[in-house]
Structure formats: C-alpha cells, structure tokens
C-alpha cells in the first residue's frame, strides 16, 4: 500500500484525501492549524463561479463535472458523519449584467437552464428585492452549500474511512532523494516518509514550491464576509450584483460578501468593508436593516491569475503532485479537482484532459 501525504486541510486536500483513499492508499493529512479554518471555510459555499461565462473553459470543466459530482458526495458523506452540508438548488438571481448578451450564448452552447426575468418576475422570485436594473439573469439550478458542516461531514468520513489526520503541523520542507519524494518535515519536529506528497495549501502552497524550484503565480487574496440573522424565508435565491452576492441559509442566517483584496497575508477584518457589505445588503433588501449582524470575518484565497488550477505532477521530482490555486472558486471546483489529480496519481486515464492545469501550461489572459 502506497503511503500519501497531504499537505493541507482544506476542501482541496480533504477531497484529495477521499479520492486517493477510495483508491487504496494510505493516506495522512498536515494542517497548520485546525482543519477546514482558511478559505474554504471562509466562503460563501455557491456551487457556481459568480459569472462562469466570464472564466477559461477550463475552468468550467472542472465547474461542470463537480456539479455532477456534488449530489452523491453530500448523501456519502451525510451516511457517515450524521452531517447534513445542507445543500440546496436555491437557483441564483443576477442583477444588472452588463454583458447580456455574452452570457445568453455562453449558456445557450452549455445547454444551461436560464431565463430573463423582468422586473415583475423579479417580484415573484424575491418580493423583498427593492431594486432590480436591467439586464437581468435568473440560473435556477445553481446550488449551494453550507461549507462550514460541508466541512465537518467530511473531516468525520475521512477519520471513519482511516486517513491520519494531524493538525498544528506546519510542513516546512519536502526531501527528496534522486529526483524522488521521501518524506516531509514539520516545523513542529515531526517527519513523515511517503510515496507520494500532494502540495493542497491554498494560498501557502507557493513557498513550499519554490523550495522545490517551481515559481508559480499563487498569492493571497483577502474576502471579508458578514453574516447576518434575519427570519427564515425571507430570502430563497442567491442574489449576486457587481461581483457581491446575498446567500440565505435555511434557518434565516444570510451570508454578504465579498471584497478582493490583495494585502498579503493580512487576515484582519476592516471598518470600511463592514460598512460596504451592510451597506449593499441592505440597499438591495431593505428588510436586513432588522438582521443582527452575528459575524464578521476574513480569508485568503489562492489567488491565480486567470483562474485555473494548477494540477498536476511535478516535472522533475516523481511523487511529487499539487493541487492549488483555485481562487475564487475552490468550493465547486473540488471534487474534479481531487478526482483529476486522484486518477494522475493512480496512472488513470482520466475524463478531463489534464494539460489545462499543468504546472507549465501555456499562460491564458487573466479571467
């Protein structure tokens, strides 16, 4: 049995973890901190980017097989952990599109479910919605999920199904001998010899890469978010304008975000995003100037340039494999991911082509 470790407890090496122990390896996971606390869980949990017609097809293959992935991984993990993720085709309204017309042929050639509602259907979709411009669109098989028990369901399944699960362990060197990986090293002392190491850190991935010779464009990304307590049923769609978006929770709790900020890796909240958040909230759904704000809170994403991933296996070290830079969208891009870099890792032939993700693919414009 192959030994595999994994660097990085998030949805990206948690999945990985899953994938890879589905295929009979011995699997460890490394955190730096408690698992599932950084991007993943700082999210907003919409299974869609915000615009997909905007992003790389790349990125959409990825989008659209996760999306077919998603309904029978919730009910696995749901029958082992007790967890409901709570995911929900809430259907996603979008307000003021500027680029209508690019987003109608996007779906059109994807074959996805769409309509233009007007201001009356907007009513009837939303009746606390108090402004509603022009060019609207309406996808109402967008689902989404509750990331933080997503999150615990999954850490449940992965300690049932008998992955090693270490947090506080923050990986400071990967060895190598004769262009094969060894093992990894900790900062807290510990060493972990392994057949194979995947690199799953998000926003942190890029120091450990550079150790290795690999300079990829990987950096943090601060989102604030809020999250609001309002009565349940007030809202039923995911609301999204101007690249912000409104996701109601099925108890009444109502998720506002997000901002884009590169600040390093500053994960302190600020005065000002507090206020732009409510402020468009509440512009949007007067009704929220009731909601108590319960939480007001940052993460950092894995910020790459166009938005694709870098999946794949490191061209000189064998054993040596990454999964990173998922951006803004690391929720729906995960399980093809963790499948896509399972089935490199196994010597499969995989459904998607997986040159798209290579550590050294051809370089796109930024999405």
Avoid at 15 to 27: A, C, F, I, P, Q
Avoid at 56 to 71: G, H, T
Avoid at 122 to 136: G, M
Avoid at 311 to 317: A, F, L, T
């Amino acid at each position: 049995m192959k030994t595999c470790v994994i660097i990085g407890g998030g949805i990206i090496g948690m999945l990985t973890g899953r994938s890879l122990l589905k295929r009979g390896y011995k699997v460890t996971l490394l955190e730096k901190g408690p698992f599932g606390q950084e991007a993943s869980w700082a999210g907003g949990g919409i299974l869609s980017p915000l615009y997909p017609w905007r992003y790389p097809d790349a990125v959409n293959r990825l989008v659209f097989a996760s999306q077919r992935l998603y309904p029978a991984l919730i009910n696995e993990l749901m029958a082992v952990s007790g967890i409901d993720p709570e995911r929900i085709r809430s259907g996603m309204l979008m307000l003021g599109v500027d680029d209508l017309e690019s987003a109608k042929r996007w779906a059109g050639q994807k074959g996805v479910n769409f309509t233009i509602p007007d201001a009356a259907a907007i009513q009837k979709l939303e009746p606390v919605l108090v402004r509603a411009n022009a060019h609207n669109l309406y996808f109402p098989d967008i689902a989404q999920v509750r990331n933080p028990r997503f999150l615990k369901a999954l850490q449940e399944y992965l300690r049932h199904n008998g992955a090693t699960m270490l947090t506080e362990n923050e990986v400071t060197q990967i060895e190598a001998s004769q262009n094969q990986v060894v093992a990894v090293k900790t900062k807290e002392g510990c060493r972990l010899q392994a057949d194979i190491v995947v690199i799953a850190n998000g926003a942190w991935s890029g120091h450990l890469l550079k150790q290795m010779q690999i300079n990829l464009q990987i950096q943090p990304v601060r989102g604030q978010m809020l999250l609001l307590r309002a009565r349940p049923e007030l809202i039923n769609r995911i609301i999204l304008q101007e690249n912000r978006y409104i996701i109601p929770r099925s108890d009444g709790q109502v998720v506002v975000g997000s901002t884009v900020e590169y600040v390093g890796f500053d994960k302190s909240t600020t005065d000002q995003a507090y206020s732009d958040l409510r402020r468009f909230a509440i512009e949007l759904i007067p009704e929220l100037t009731k909601a108590t704000v319960v939480r007001h809170w940052a993460g950092l994403r894995p910020g790459c340039g166009n938005g694709i991933p870098f999946i794949g296996p490191h061209p000189e070290i064998g054993g040596l494999y990454i999964n990173a830079g998922h951006f803004r969208n690391g929720i729906v891009m995960a399980p093809a991911s963790a499948e896509l870099i399972a089935g490199l890792i196994n010597g499969e032939d995989n459904v998607i082509d997986a040159s798209a993700y290579s550590l050294f693919r051809p370089q796109l414009q930024p999405a």
